[in-house]
T-cell receptor
Framework: AQSVTQLGSHVSVSEGALVLLRCNYS??????LFWYVQYPNQGLQLLLK??????LVKGINGFEAEFKKSETSFHLTKPSAHMSDAAEYFC????????????FGDGTTLTVKP | KAGVTQTPRYLIKTRGQQVTLSCSPI?????VSWYQQTPGQGLQFLFE???????NKGNFPGRFSGRQFSNSRSEMNVSTLELGDSALYLC??????????????FGPGTRLTVL
């Protein structure tokens, strides 16, 4: 069984500030971990994924995440927030060898203040 | 390469009716997964089809069913609609094969409103 917990349903940062969105996972097998972003009335867009090739994963739009097995965490960061980053972010885990059945966290809404 | 498409984008139904949603995956993808997204329950996995067979199933009642055709297009059906079925239904496609290359790509969703 696998699960993810996203800490903080709402995060607010100022434009240009560091973005940190937290995700902890639980998986009985080596996990595949994902971060997605969802803009209003749209589907999910993949930001990045961890597949055990490297613990620091770089994604699109300047986002990156670090896999820490000892802390069972996969936090998402971006050095400098932009207004266009305002959206809802989801962490997901897939314990299978394929991504067909993913378990999602509850989501974190990121607000960026000017 | 065209992305995942879902039709229709919006639907309004009344309680007791049934509804069919359609999803066309990315060309070459053989796996199609369906998710229900609601404000209260978040994103919940419904089922996954791979090569016309249901491979994974979530914890939804039998009113929710699906199928996949030989061209990998998938349909999802909900019978005897309830108010609680109002949600955004998302479809995602992937290659369906094991390994690090497998990634889900999501469609824009179908917004179902049950009155």
């Amino acid at each position: 069984a696998q699960s993810v917990t996203q800490l903080g349903s709402h995060v607010s940062v100022s434009e240009g500030a560091l973005v940190l969105l937290r995700c902890n996972y639980s998986s009985s097998v080596p996990p595949y971990l994902f971060w997605y972003v969802q803009y209003p009335n749209q589907g999910l867009q993949l930001l990045l994924k961890y597949t055990s090739a490297a613990t620091l994963v770089k994604g699109i739009n300047g986002f990156e995440a670090e896999f820490k097995k000892s802390e069972t965490s996969f936090h998402l960061t971006k050095p400098s927030a932009h207004m266009s980053d305002a959206a809802e972010y989801f962490c997901a885990v897939s314990g299978n060898t394929n991504a067909g059945k993913s378990t999602f966290g509850d989501g974190t809404t990121l607000t960026v203040k000017p | 390469k065209a992305g995942v498409t879902q039709t229709p984008r919006y639907l309004i139904k009344t309680r007791g009716q049934q509804v069919t949603l359609s999803c066309s995956p990315i060309s070459g993808h053989r796996s199609v997964s369906w998710y229900q997204q609601t404000p209260g329950q978040g994103l919940q996995f419904l089922f996954e089809y791979f090569s016309e067979t249901q491979r994974n199933k979530g914890n939804f009642p039998g009113r929710f069913s699906g199928r996949q055709f030989s061209n990998s297009r998938s349909e999802m059906n909900v019978s005897t609609l309830e108010l609680g079925d109002s949600a955004l239904y998302l479809c995602a496609s992937s290659t369906g094969t094991s390994g690090i290359t497998d990634t889900q790509y999501f469609g824009p969703g179908t917004r179902l409103t049950v009155l």
